[in-house]
């Protein structure tokens, strides 16, 4: 494990409480935590929402590794959609069967 030399270095708290952490980090997300009063841990963090959650999941890793798997097993091919249509007898057209009031 490479353990870097700790950086200090003095930043100014704004009349408006901001402090600049510099444009390397600019538009990352971090995480603030104040260890105690005066003594803050700033990281960078990749936020997830709940929504999305699942996508990180082992199911949704094991669907996506099987659908990447199929994908290139199954290049993509030159398809005419018009004979696919007639193929279906009905043109791709379900005649609606009307109903009586």
Same mark, same amino acid.
């Given at each position: ?6 950086? +200090?270095?003095? =930043? ?15 538009? /990352? ?14 990281? +960078? ?14 199911? %949704? ?9 199929? %994908? ?10 018009? %004979?696919?249509?007639? +193929?279906?007898?009905?043109?791709? =057209? /379900? ?5 009586? %009031?």
């Amino acid at each position: 494990m490479n353990i870097l030399e700790p950086k +200090t270095s003095v =930043k100014v708290v704004g009349a408006n409480g901001q402090i600049s952490l510099g444009k390397e980090f600019a538009g /990352r997300q971090v995480l603030v935590e104040e260890r105690e009063p005066g003594v803050w841990l700033i990281r +960078t963090a990749v936020v997830v929402p709940e929504n999305e959650l699942w996508l990180h999941g082992p199911k %949704a890793n094991d669907d996506l590794r099987r659908a990447l798997l199929w %994908a290139q097993r199954n290049p993509p091919a030159e398809s005419d959609p018009d %004979a696919t249509l007639r +193929t279906l007898g009905d043109g791709g =057209k /379900r005649k609606r069967k009307s109903r009586s %009031a």
